[in-house]
């Protein structure tokens, strides 16, 4: 007598089932992160809306002197040279999306890995302020604002992922992987071996 198939529906369900249970740990375990992502992606999309960059005052002969104002990063790229700010202007914009899918969908590997690689360079334009002339402007009190956001940011980034691969790594692999490959059903009893082949 054969054994009979694996009911397939149940299997499915019970791998469905595993699956939402593996993403409701992943969800407590890194739901934590999201609520510090909120307000760095509220603070991170006002950056392009407030003046970076402090007046420099220029100092000519004859006691006379002139101001160079920046404003904000949309007034640096409409003018002649505005090339990074645009650039600058970009980089906020992908680096606020991803904090702000951070928010939702904290347990991806990929959300902290891309905030460290749209953030860097960033910080990397707001140490040298590429454009904007001699003597280089120092940064307003919004420009050491936007660095600490950036560079909090970062480093969350860096904790989330560096946890995201201890966890994976500790569990083995993920678990719903594992669960795609059905179980084989028990091997067919030996006909030499069960009494009940006699009464057949």
Not at 123 to 144: A, E, F, H, K, Q
């Amino acid at each position: 007598m054969s054994t009979p198939e694996p009911d397939e529906a149940a299997q499915t369900t019970e791998h469905r089932i595993a699956v939402l249970e593996d993403e409701l740990r992943k969800q407590k375990t890194f739901g934590g992160y999201a609520r510090l992502y909120a307000p760095l992606a509220a603070l991170s999309a006002t950056l392009s809306f407030t003046p970076i960059l402090n007046d420099v005052v220029v100092e000519h002969g004859g006691g006379t002197e002139s101001r160079r104002t920046f404003g904000t990063l949309w007034d640096m790229a409409g003018r002649s040279g505005g090339d990074p700010a645009a650039l600058g202007i970009m980089l906020v914009g992908i680096f606020t999306a991803l904090l702000v899918a951070a928010t939702w969908r904290p347990t991806t590997l990929g959300l902290p890995v891309g905030i460290v690689v749209a953030g860097v360079p960033i910080l990397l334009m707001l140490i040298v302020r590429p454009s904007t002339g001699s003597p280089t402007p120092d940064l307003s009190p919004y420009g050491v604002v936007g660095v600490v956001v950036i560079v909090s940011a970062c480093l969350l980034a860096v904790v989330q992922a560096a946890h995201h691969l201890s966890s994976t790594h500790g569990t083995g692999s993920d678990t719903g992987t594992e669960l795609e490959t059905p179980t084989a059903p028990d091997a067919a009893p030996d006909a030499a071996t069960d009494p009940r082949a006699d009464e057949a």
